[in-house]
């Protein structure tokens, strides 16, 4: 019988540890600045920038959000971005995915200083976790938050074989490299996987990170007894209800620790967005920042 990975309890609890880091910030009269652009009226991405900026204010993070018309220019959320770059005050800023398409993303993401990217997904930035670089750089926060869960939950990923079934930039790409950087084999599968490739990887695998978007894709008879399960997926079905990309009803029993949906991964995105925030704000100014999970 698995046991669930509690991604809200995690959450609020590095919540509450970044929340400490800003109370010493401000000794020093700093406070982290997040600035959230938003183009358009999508209600999903509504949703997660309200929720991201009532999170900022309860853990003394400054955040603003600047909306923009659904028919706004490239060139006017450009010099936007230029503004927020040249800003003191702003340590961190984010373009809502998706943007509308007469904006290009990839020039959005450019245009953002590499030191305030805090979705790390400049090319600079994505490059220095390809090539495993040390020192500090943003990385892309739901995989980011998924290390940080597994890590809580004791498992070392170093010589296990992890499965991540999905290729996107803001998860399985970023994901699979994190996993390689710690001592991982990591298998990247993806829609052109032929299934019985997929069936054979996910049957071996110690630890399965699926973030496809497909509803009930991986079942349980698919996977190694005691695999570790980690659900990206946020599918809303017809009858209104959410459920993930693993099947949870037959993946739970033959899992030894599975994350729920929602309230998995879900809730770590956020958290570790602000962590990103503040160590940002603490790049820019020049001070050192104690690892959060130190203090808990
Ligand atoms: N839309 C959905 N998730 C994300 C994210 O992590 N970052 C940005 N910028 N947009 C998103």
Redesign the pocket.
């Known amino acids: 019988m698995g046991k669930l990975i509690d991604g809200k309890q995690i959450a609020k609890d590095l919540r509450a540890a970044v929340a400490r880091q800003t109370e010493k910030l401000a000794t020093q009269g700093i406070t982290p600045g997040l600035a959230v652009i938003l183009v358009g009226d999508d209600p999903a991405?509504e949703i997660?920038v309200r929720n991201k900026e009532r999170a900022a204010g309860k853990v003394g993070v400054n955040a603003q959000t600047i909306k923009y018309p659904t028919d706004a220019s490239e060139a006017e959320v450009l010099a936007k971005i230029a503004e927020l770059n040249a800003d003191d005050s702003v340590d961190a800023i984010?373009?809502?995915?998706?943007v509308p398409s007469q904006i290009d993303e990839h020039k959005v993401q450019e245009a953002i200083d590499p030191r305030k990217d805090v979705?790390g997904?400049h090319p600079e930035n994505i490059g220095r976790l390809y090539a495993n670089r040390e020192g500090y750089y943003p990385v892309?926060?739901?995989p980011r938050g998924i290390m940080t869960m597994l890590q809580h939950e004791g498992v070392d990923v170093a010589g296990k074989h992890v499965v991540v079934i999905g290729r996107s930039i803001?998860v399985g790409r970023p994901m699979a490299a994190l996993l390689q950087g710690a001592n991982a084999t990591v298998s990247l599968l993806h829609r052109y996987t032929p299934a019985s490739l997929t069936e054979l990887l996910v049957s071996e695998a110690d630890i399965v990170i699926v973030a496809t978007g497909v509803p009930g894709l991986i079942k349980g008879s698919e996977l190694k007894a005691g695999a570790v399960v980690i659900d990206v997926g946020i599918n809303r079905l017809e009858d209104g209800s959410l459920v993930g990309d693993v099947d949870f009803e037959s993946a739970e029993p033959v899992a030894s620790l599975i994350t729920p949906v929602p309230g998995g991964v879900g809730p770590m995105?956020i958290a570790t967005?602000l962590q990103t925030t503040v160590e940002l704000a603490a790049q820019h100014h020049g001070v050192a920042l104690e690892d959060p999970w130190q203090t808990i």
Do not use: H
């Open positions: 991405s997660y984010l373009v809502q995915s998706p979705d997904f892309a926060n739901t803001l995105t967005l």
